[in-house]
């Protein structure tokens, strides 16, 4: 197999095979980029750690066909060793018949933290590199592992750095170089786990102090908190889980584990390809940050396609989804992600705003006034009394319920602000003709909440709960009718052969259980007319004491 390996850094240098080729990674903190004689524009950047899934977008959009520049961000390395990726011949083949290509450039994360007017910035030559771009990609993932690849090249007295915290903040400041430079409509891309950015938390360094003044002696930039921040409006966020899976230059990326086998093991990446997006601020997008898990090889995937336009997205508002996988080996297609993304939207564009978070079908509602009556003053305040609602001492809780209208109920959070209760959030349940729905709803926007949150309100999952309860409930007080199973269909269950029982051994081995013999199954002995020889005497005294001989 014919491996071809790209080393990192200068932009400019010769190309090989649709690729530039650079030096490598210095260990000073200049700049790492020179001036880019060429003048075309690229379809899409990426700013992203080394490997990750800034390599797998990177490769999978030069396979779409699109122009890429990977821009790569490293820690200060204290060797000057080479690094680089590398591409197998069936890659090389795809990425020339589709008219790819892939230029990569990166600089220190150090040099990306200097003013510009320094001249060992980095900041100003990322401009240059990145100008008029189509879409801009950006991700932490990989940081972590550039931290640990520069603790290995430490002593254990200079470990404990904080490299992966500078990689994230020169992410955050390549981002905005490229967007003040990028061409009219750009799309932007972030890719962020579950529990990053979410948007309604404090920011753990406010404006003003994001200054790195103490390390760079009073000349460094000003760093963007968030990502979102970086990219200056409109944003598609997508968030994923758990990462598991390998770019092809890891070594990881075989399919099998181990090595050789008898009985081979197959990776996860390869057993976990089937995919389901969610708006994030949904349960089931909630769900990813409660330990789902997530195939780099998906995100790079989405991503390339998101940055390529082969997505249909509203580019006047951003969106935020969750990706999360699930087993199967067969990768999915254009038009099934096509579809997902297709259902997002249409969830996103409804009333709730996608922040679903239950629903209950019944037959029918004699009255959604009584109903709506029974959830406020019966079912609400029983549960809003419980140890698991009431128990709570810090942050925001539900604290009561109140019937708005004919229909609806909203159960209202509150919180301590500067010894102030405000409303920071809501549940609100709508009872129609044919069933009950909760949506998660904003707080008061005079206070600071007016935005929907985007991780479940505290004790949000327990009302989710016993909801359900309360739908049964309902039922049962006449308050709804059950829905009731069509005729045709009670009557095929019931003509349903019932399923073979299994008995299960203590070594944990099943089979199948022997059916009983029924009474009408042959004639035995008795039918046959065969009688006893003697009379028993069971139950029956002896008549005389029994002999020596017996």
């Known amino acids: 197999m014919r491996i071809l390996t790209i080393v990192a850094l200068c932009i400019g240098a010769p190309s090989i095979s649709g690729f530039n080729n650079s030096g490598p990674l210095s260990s000073r903190r200049r700049s790492t980029l020179v001036t880019v004689a060429q003048t075309s524009s690229p379809d899409v950047v990426v700013i992203s750690p080394p490997g990750g899934i800034g390599e797998i977008a990177s490769v999978e959009a030069a396979r779409l066909g699109g122009s890429v520049k990977w821009f790569v961000v490293s820690a ?19 990425i020339e018949k589709a008219g790819g290509s892939i230029e990569l450039a990166g600089a220190n994360a150090d040099s990306l933290l200097v003013n510009s007017d320094d001249g060992n910035s980095a900041a100003s030559a990322v401009s240059t590199w990145c ?10 993932d990989g ?115 181990g090595g050789p086998r008898r009985e081979p093991v197959l990776r996860e990446m390869y057993t976990m390809r089937s995919i389901r997006i969610d708006p994030t601020i949904s349960v ?126 909203e159960i209202v959070w509150q919180e301590l602000v500067d010894f102030n209760s405000v409303t920071s959030g809501r549940m609100i349940i709508k009872i129609e003709d044919t069933g009950i729905t909760a949506t998660r709803g904003p707080g008061n926007a005079a206070d600071g909440f007016g935005r929907i949150s985007m991780k479940p309100l505290s004790g949000e999952d327990i009302l989710v709960r016993r909801l359900a309860d309360a739908a049964s409930q309902a039922i049962e007080k006449g308050l709804a009718i059950k829905t009731k199973v069509p005729a045709k269909e009670s009557a095929a269950q019931q003509t349903q052969e019932k399923p073979v029982t299994t008995l299960v051994s203590s070594s944990a081995a099943s089979v199948p259980a022997t059916p009983a013999v029924s009474a009408s199954s042959g004639p035995g002995p008795r039918g046959a007319g065969t009688r006893r020889s003697a009379e028993r005497t069971r139950g029956t005294r002896r008549k005389s004491p029994p002999t020596s001989s017996e």
Not at 81 to 93: D, R, V
Not at 159 to 171: A, L
Not at 186 to 210: N, P, T, W
């Open 284 to 409: 089931s997008g909630s769900a990813i940050a409660g330990g789902s898990k997530t195939n780099r090889v998906a995100v790079g995937a989405v991503a390339s396609r998101l940055g390529m336009e082969k997505i249909e997205l509203p580019k006047r508002s951003g969106i935020d989804v969750s990706l999360s996988s699930f087993a199967g080996t067969d990768t999915p297609t254009e038009e099934e992600w096509k579809k997902e993304f297709s259902r997002v939207i249409e969830l996103i564009s409804s009333p709730s705003g996608g922040a679903n978070l239950f629903s209950a079908e019944f037959s029918s509602v004699p009255s959604t006034n009584r109903l709506a009556q029974w959830i406020a003053t019966k079912w609400a305040p029983a549960i809003l009394r419980s140890y698991d609602i009431a128990g709570t001492r810090v942050g925001a809780r539900p604290v009561y319920a109140v019937q708005t209208d004919e229909n609806t109920v």
């Open 131 to 140: 100008r008029g771009t189509k879409s801009i990609l950006c991700t932490y």
């Open 143 to 257: 940081a972590e592992e550039e931290k640990r690849r520069a603790d290995a090249e430490k002593s254990a007295d200079e470990r404990g750095g904080s490299e992966d915290k500078m990689i994230r903040s020169s992410i955050r400041v390549a981002a905005r170089e490229a967007v003040g430079v990028a061409g009219a409509g750009v799309s932007k891309i972030a890719i962020l786990s579950s529990d990053e950015e979410m948007g309604d938390e404090e920011v753990a360094e406010k404006k003003g102090k994001g200054l790195l003044g103490g390390l760079f002696g009073g000349n460094a930039v000003e760093i963007p908190d968030t990502m979102s921040e970086a990219l200056k409006g409109a944003t598609v966020v997508v968030r994923h889980g758990e990462l598991f899976g390998a770019p092809e230059s890891s070594p990881e990326s075989s399919p099998f584990m």
């Open 76 to 94: 200060p390395s204290v060797s000057s060793s080479s690094k680089g990726i590398a591409l197998n011949s069936e890659t090389l083949s795809a």
